[in-house]
């Protein structure tokens, strides 16, 4: 088994790590059974979680995947690592299509896709120790035979995450929610994946340590050569931590392209409206900003809007927009955004 150690990586944000896409995702389309509407239940209901969902993630590459909640983020992720059936699209892994990858083989491509949990408390199993927990992905993909022999392992991952390797004996009960997310991240690099999909992976912690983490997990992706889909809705934190940014509304991408194109010259109001609410750590500067508010509730994803989803809420909305849909088109050097008044 190589050493963790001994991987090297691109340089985050080189043109070597985004020149062939790790994944690539096409139109993906998620709907969810939702029961039945009419006097006698003759309309089948669907909630329409993401539609038409597409993008690519460069090796090494992280894309941050933002918006609020009910969106569709948490949703595209699983769907990439095969945790939620699809209604339609093609997803691309490593240049292998595993849209409809099934049994055994989808089993053995998950040893290269990995997924982090949101909460650190629920995502450990309070009944076994670390080393039990962190050991269990090479148990079931029969990397070892028994928990023992992970021993070695399992200590080389927990110096990895910034832990003691003796914590390895101790319970879940006996760390704290930072500590518990290191464990939660080196139980993901078990198996040694190629891209890691980090649902909200600090949203649960406190303020003071969500830094720690997310240099963490730059650290280990110098180091490993990871990719990741960073899903956030803290804005700072997705920052610091992206190449690139996919912004979503009501399971649709309005906008993506390079980090800071999105966070100083956004296209998309809904993306405008998001970044205005981002506090600046400057009184004046801050009285000084113009703050977008969004009315209105967010849509019933059971009966979408036609057109623009967005249109419902936005404050610049015209006729156009409630009747035809915009395409997601380039409006700068990989700056795209849909809208019709951008």
């Given at each position: 088994?190589?050493?963790?150690?001994?991987?090297?990586?691109p340089?985050?944000?080189?043109?070597?790590?985004?020149?062939?896409?790790?994944v690539?995702?096409?139109?993906?389309?998620?709907?969810?059974?939702?029961?039945?509407?009419?006097?006698?239940?003759?309309?089948?209901?669907?909630?329409?979680?993401?539609?038409?969902?597409?993008?690519?993630?460069?090796?090494?590459?992280?894309?941050?995947?933002v918006?609020e909640?009910?969106?569709?983020?948490?949703?595209?992720?699983?769907?990439?690592?095969?945790?939620?059936?699809?209604?339609?699209?093609?997803?691309?892994f490593?240049?292998?299509?595993?849209?409809?990858v099934?049994?055994?083989?989808l089993?053995?491509?998950?040893?290269?896709?990995?997924?982090?949990?949101q909460?650190?408390?629920?995502?450990?199993?309070?009944?076994l120790?670390?080393?039990e927990?962190?050991?269990?992905?090479l148990?079931?993909?029969?990397?070892?035979?028994?928990?023992?022999h992970?021993?070695?392992?399992?200590?080389?991952?927990?110096?990895?995450?910034?832990?003691?390797?003796?914590?390895?004996?101790r319970?879940?009960?006996?760390?704290?929610?930072?500590?518990?997310?290191?464990?939660?991240?080196?139980?993901a690099?078990s198996l040694e994946?190629d891209?890691?999909?980090?649902?909200?992976?600090?949203?649960?912690?406190?303020?003071?340590?969500?830094?720690?983490?997310?240099?963490?997990m730059?650290?280990?992706?110098?180091?490993l050569?990871?990719?990741?889909?960073?899903i956030?809705?803290?804005?700072s934190?997705?920052?610091?931590?992206s190449?690139?940014?996919?912004v979503?509304?009501?399971?649709?991408?309005?906008?993506?392209?390079?980090?800071?194109?999105i966070?100083?010259?956004?296209k998309?109001?809904?993306?405008?409206?998001?970044?205005?609410a981002v506090?600046?750590?400057?009184?004046?500067?801050?009285?000084?900003?113009?703050?977008?508010?969004?009315?209105?509730?967010?849509p019933?994803?059971?009966?979408?809007?036609?057109?623009?989803r967005?249109?419902?809420?936005?404050?610049?909305?015209?006729?156009?927009?409630a009747?035809?849909?915009?395409?997601l088109?380039?409006?700068?050097?990989a700056?795209?955004?849909?809208?019709?008044?951008?």
């Amino acid at each position: 088994m190589p050493s963790l150690t001994n991987v090297s990586s691109p340089p985050r944000g080189s043109s070597d790590s985004l020149a062939e896409p790790l994944v690539r995702v096409e139109e993906l389309t998620v709907r969810f059974p939702a029961g039945r509407a009419g006097f006698w239940g003759q309309e089948k209901l669907y909630l329409h979680a993401v539609e038409g969902v597409s993008f690519e993630i460069g090796r090494g590459e992280t894309l941050g995947l933002v918006g609020e909640s009910g969106c569709g983020k948490t949703t595209t992720g699983r769907a990439i690592l095969r945790r939620v059936p699809l209604d339609g699209g093609r997803i691309t892994f490593d240049g292998e299509d595993i849209t409809h990858v099934e049994g055994e083989s989808l089993r053995r491509l998950r040893r290269g896709m990995q997924l982090v949990f949101q909460d650190p408390y629920a995502s450990l199993n309070p009944r076994l120790r670390v080393l039990e927990i962190v050991a269990e992905p090479l148990l079931v993909h029969g990397v070892v035979g028994r928990v023992r022999h992970a021993e070695d392992r399992v200590a080389e991952l927990l110096e990895l995450v910034g832990l003691p390797p003796e914590h390895m004996f101790r319970y879940p009960h006996a760390f704290s929610g930072g500590q518990r997310q290191r464990i939660n991240i080196a139980r993901a690099l078990s198996l040694e994946p190629d891209f890691i999909v980090a649902d909200e992976p600090v949203s649960a912690l406190d303020v003071s340590i969500r830094a720690q983490v997310v240099n963490l997990m730059q650290d280990i992706q110098e180091r490993l050569g990871l990719t990741y889909l960073f899903i956030g809705h803290d804005l700072s934190v997705v920052r610091h931590i992206s190449h690139r940014i996919a912004v979503m509304y009501a399971g649709k991408i309005v906008e993506i392209g390079d980090r800071d194109e999105i966070y100083e010259d956004p296209k998309h109001p809904y993306t405008k409206a998001l970044l205005s609410a981002v506090p600046i750590p400057d009184p004046k500067l801050e009285a000084t900003r113009k703050r977008i508010t969004i009315a209105g509730a967010f849509p019933d994803l059971l009966r979408p809007p036609s057109g623009c989803r967005f249109h419902t809420r936005c404050p610049i909305a015209i006729e156009r927009c409630a009747h035809e849909e915009p395409p997601l088109e380039e409006k700068a050097r990989a700056h795209h955004a849909a809208c019709w008044l951008t």
